[in-house]
């Protein structure tokens, strides 16, 4: 008769680690399949000026991770200015970017799709120098303005108001740096600018004047500031980039309007730009969640804002004719575009 063999005990602390190992085995094997299917992050870029109306979004999004959270991977771009941003949109160095209302005739003329719009803003000014105290008096005298911004859009629009023609003045473009420049030492007597430059100008020319704003032009004129791709994104092919892109601006923008204060330091992080400047030009705008623009991208309130800006570029020989928003603003998509 064969003695009875005597199998070792495992210790109970040895076995409980064995399971556990096991356990976690079959969890990452489980798992593997689904990280092995995420999609990669699709590579974007987007265009941004460095004001707060044109870089908040960014900013938020930098510094809440959005990208990461719709798996887009950005290259982000400054400009001075939005009809700068639509020469890269059409030569193909950019996919998205921002633009100022004075930039929207080129959207209506088909060179770029508007996806979101941004604010509806009031930081545009018609400046002069101390001792000009009204538009009349501009006559004859030296005008900068960035070319096809919404400097240039007010100042077209100041002079109309007061009867004025454009060929009344002498009418000079530079990019918003020189027009600062410029004023500052003396070399032009007006400008038509935008805040956060007129903030800055304010520090070396105290007694400047500030002869027209947005407001002045209310209620016939809203001024909505907006997001732009490329045309050649309108595609199903890149429907996942676009919606993806949209999401981001949605998240960004109602973080912004609920944390402005917060926003205004991101922007300030990202541009490196005084803080009271950029807290000033917040200021200038009226905030909307996105869950009101898509309300307004729908019942014709966006509609009216861009038609109404189309009759303005209409006057000014930017746009021959009044176009459909739809044929360039992605109202609906948006709307549909869900977190």
Do not use: C
């Amino acid at each position: 008769m064969n003695p009875t063999r005597t199998i070792p005990r495992v210790p109970t602390r040895t076995r409980r680690r064995v399971l556990q190992q096991g356990a976690a085995a079959l969890l990452a094997a489980a798992a593997a399949p689904r990280l092995l299917a995420q999609p990669a992050p699709l590579k974007v870029r987007v265009g941004y000026i460095a004001d707060f109306h044109g870089a908040s979004m960014v900013a938020v999004a930098n510094k809440l991770e959005l990208w990461k959270k719709h798996r887009l991977a950005p290259e982000i771009k400054s400009f001075t200015n939005g009809p700068i941003q639509i020469q890269a949109l059409g030569a193909g160095d950019l996919d998205f970017g921002y633009i100022g209302p004075g930039a929207l005739w080129l959207p209506m003329t088909g060179k770029a799709k508007i996806v979101a719009i941004n604010v509806v803003g009031f930081s545009d000014r018609v400046i002069a120098q101390p001792g000009i105290k009204t538009l009349a008096d501009l006559k004859g005298k030296t005008v900068a303005v960035p070319e096809g911004t919404s400097g240039d859009m007010l100042l077209r629009l100041a002079l109309a108001k007061a009867g004025m023609k454009l060929e009344d003045i002498k009418r000079v473009t530079m990019d918003p740096a020189t027009v600062v420049t410029s004023f500052a030492a003396g070399q032009v007597d007006g400008a038509g600018i935008w805040y956060p430059h007129v903030a800055t100008l304010k520090g070396r020319v105290p007694n400047l004047v500030e002869l027209f704003s947005n407001r002045d032009a209310l209620p016939k004129n809203s001024f909505p500031s907006s997001f732009v791709m490329r045309n050649e994104l309108d595609t199903p092919a890149s429907a996942p980039m676009v919606d993806a892109m949209i999401r981001v601006i949605k998240d960004a923008n109602d973080w912004r309007r609920a944390n402005l204060a917060q926003a205004v330091d991101a922007t300030a992080a990202l541009i490196g730009a005084p803080r009271a400047a950029l807290e000033t030009e917040s200021s200038f705008a009226q905030y909307y969640t996105s869950a009101e623009l898509a309300k307004f991208s729908g019942d014709g309130t966006v509609a009216s804002w861009l038609s109404g800006m189309n009759e303005m570029f209409r006057t000014f020989n930017r746009v021959p004719e009044q176009v459909d928003p739809v044929r360039y603003y992605l109202g609906a998509r948006y709307a549909a575009v869900t977190p």
